[in-house]
């Protein structure tokens, strides 16, 4: 089990990793950035975070792959099925509601980059 925890973190950083590429103008401009994020480069480039900021994302992260890893054979569906009608409307209501309501930045669909 230890392992799988270790390739799924492994997975994890190497995707975040890619996904510079897909939002960075040049490779040059992708590295700086992932030289930035490992802190290896301090500059106009460094990305800085305060540590209410680093805290609040590593508590997330965690709380996902615990989420994952505890559901990791339980299928979506089920998980649907088992809870109450209620409950279901209000998430269908409140994402209906986000969508029509939180616009978000106009950014294009990120495989137009290329």
């Known amino acids: 089990a230890p392992i799988r925890v270790i390739l799924a973190l492994g997975t994890f950083c190497l995707v975040t990793i890619a996904w510079v590429f897909f939002r960075a103008e040049t490779f040059d401009h992708a590295f700086l950035i992932i030289k930035s994020m490992l802190g290896l480069i301090q ?3 460094e990305m800085k975070m305060g540590i209410k900021k680093i805290l609040l ?3 997330t992260i965690s709380l996902i792959l615990i989420t994952h890893w505890f559901m990791r054979d339980i299928s979506f569906e089920k998980v649907v099925e088992t809870c109450p ?7 269908l209501a409140g994402m209906i509601v986000a969508i029509a309501t939180l616009t ?4 294009a ?3 137009f980059q290329f």
């Open 43 to 45: 500059g106009p480039i």
């Open 57 to 59: 994302t590593l508590f």
């Open 85 to 91: 009608q209620w409950l279901r409307a209000s998430v």
């Open 104 to 107: 978000g930045e106009d950014r």
């Open 109 to 111: 669909f990120i495989y």
